[in-house]
């Protein structure tokens, strides 16, 4: 009987062993941390330099209006359209501006506060007047300057004789030299090299060694424009993503100071003897 008394209280335990839970160790909780996405930067494509603008299919990757559809077109640089920011010009000050014209663009470009504010082709000097490379600063602003080396020369009977002339070769005698205009002058140099209002040919270089811009373009820079404004005359391209960084800046190139460009000395005027007539040879015989 005992026996049995015991196989029940045993069996009743291991029942009530089974029934019981075992506890469990804690679990660390475990935190859901929502994705993060990562944006890598692509690499900086410089405008200036686009490539396959001339494709087939070619589509301008910028939105309308900015600077950067602006050069993002197939024609440029070789185009005689303009790119002005009106807001920017006005935020110009000595301080917070340079231009930078770059010769084998045949370009110019105004940048204010790193930014380009105003963007217009240029004819620069040709073989022989090649413009000068270099830094330079805005020392003189004239609004109707004029040149007086190179403009024409007119006869006795107001008949134009060379209206291509240049003063330093000699006043043919009996003639007038009118000199050529430069409106919204900014000189650069003392022997003659600045920016003025001309005939520009986008691509070509057409001057005696000075920057011809496009008439309404130089009225607009000279409206804007200050004394000591840095220029940047180069053969190389500037790097646009950089705020005009031009590297390296071309400052090698520099022809002797008034033997070229656009002024001349009094001292340097002579007049050409008018060629002798039959008759008036006669005569002296």
Known sequence: MKHTKFTLCLTSLLVLAACTPVPQPERPQVQTIPQQVIFVPQAAVNPLDLPNKN?????????????EHFV??????????????????????VSNSKIIICIPQQRARLY????????????????GHETPTGVFRVIEKD???KSNRYGKFVN????????NADLSKGLPEGSTFQAAGMPNWHRLTWDGVGIHGGKVIAGQRLSHGCIR????????LFE??????PVYISRAVEDYNRGGHVRPIDVKYRQTPGNDYT??????????PAPATPAAAAQQA
């Open 72 to 93: 993002a077109k197939p024609a440029y640089p070789k185009t005689m359209e303009t790119y002005s920011d009106d807001v920017l010009l006005n935020q110009l000050t």
């Open 143 to 145: 609004k109707n300057h």
């Open 55 to 67: 494709a087939p299919g070619y589509q301008n990757p910028y939105p309308q209006g900015t600077y």
């Open 213 to 220: 811009t496009p008439y309404p373009v130089a009225a607009k």
């Open 112 to 127: 204010v506060e790193g930014r380009v504010a105003l963007d217009w082709p240029v004819s620069t000097g040709t073989k």
């Open 263 to 272: 002024d001349l000395a009094p001292s340097q005027i002579r007049t050409i």
């Open 224 to 229: 804007h424009s200050e004394f000591g404004m």
């Open 156 to 163: 006795s009977q107001g008949k134009t004789i060379d209206s």
